[in-house]
Structure formats: C-alpha cells, structure tokens
C-alpha cells in the first residue's frame, strides 16, 4: 500500500512540474527550446542555441539546428530584436511556412530575410528561389534567385 502511494506522488509532482512548465512558455512573450543547450551572453546581450532549436514570440515559430538571438531591455524585460537561424529553418508565421538554409528575423523592423533553398508553402501555393524577404507589417514577399542558372517558382492551386 505504500509503495502504490509513493508511486501516485511521484506521478503527481511530475504532472504538477509538468502543467507549471506549459502554463510558464504560455504566459511567456517569447522564448527558446534546444536539444543541446542555449548559452546566455551578458556582455552581448544574446542567446546561442544548439541542436533542434526553437524559437516562439507572439509574431513567429521558427525552428532551426542553431540560432543566435539578440535582445535589449524593455520594460524590464528582454525582448528578442534580432534572431539569426541556421541549418534546416523553418518558420511559421499565419498559415505560411517558410523553410531555407539561412534565415534573419529582425522584430523592429518586421522582416524576415531567408537565404538558400528557400521555399514558401500555404494552403493555395508553393513558391520556391534561392532568397525570400518577408515584410510582416506590410504583408509583401520578394522572392529573387542567385544567377543566370537560378529559377524561382510559382505554383498555384486551382480553385
């Protein structure tokens, strides 16, 4: 009987530690996951992530295998400026994925810059080239291609 008990208590604290967890990130304007440890610079006021990294605020979801993301103090709080990914990025933002090699997410200026293999996915069309700028608060996408031998591409669901 005391042994069932413990058990119970142990299941318990976990899911208590577990629900304190989520309701925290919930709350939280934004924050940083990574598999293989995130290392914090006063000096430079930044976060260096490793290994299945993720990044949250309230505009973005990126994912990426390292990331470096600049903050300043406001409020009293650190608010991520700028976050540099790299290595299989993926964002979310809406209904929109964008996946490349390389990406620069600058929050002041509402703009994200993705570099090599870039690629756009939504319900009604995938777009693919070599970089993509996002402007976030005029809601416009310039996709270019590196060189002669590039090619961007359209394609579009029928409706």
């Known amino acids: 009987m005391v042994k069932v008990n413990f058990i119970l208590m142990i299941i318990k604290i976990i899911f ?4 304190f967890f989520n309701y925290s990130l919930t709350l ?6 990574a598999s293989n440890g995130i290392t ?5 006021q930044s976060y260096s992530a490793e290994g299945s990294v993720e990044f949250k605020n309230d505009e973005i979801t990126a994912n990426a295998n390292s990331m470096i ?3 300043s103090f406001e409020n009293e709080k650190e608010v991520f400026e700028n976050v540099i990914l ?9 209904d929109e994925v964008f996946n490349s090699d390389k990406a620069d997410y600058d929050k002041s200026k509402s703009l994200i810059i993705l570099y090599g293999n870039v690629t756009i996915v939504s319900p009604d069309r995938y777009l693919s080239g ?3 700028t996002v402007d976030l608060k005029n809601n416009t996408r310039v996709l270019e291609t590196d060189g002669q031998d590039s090619l961007a ?4 669901k029928d409706e």
Do not use: P, R
């Open 130 to 132: 070599d970089k993509l």
């Open 16 to 19: 208590i530690i577990f629900l």
């Open 28 to 33: 939280a304007e934004s924050y940083i996951k």
């Open 86 to 94: 790299e290595g299989k990025v993926k964002i979310l933002y809406n």
């Open 153 to 156: 591409e359209a394609l579009i």
């Open 69 to 71: 993301a600049f903050y």
């Open 40 to 44: 914090w610079d006063k000096n430079n």
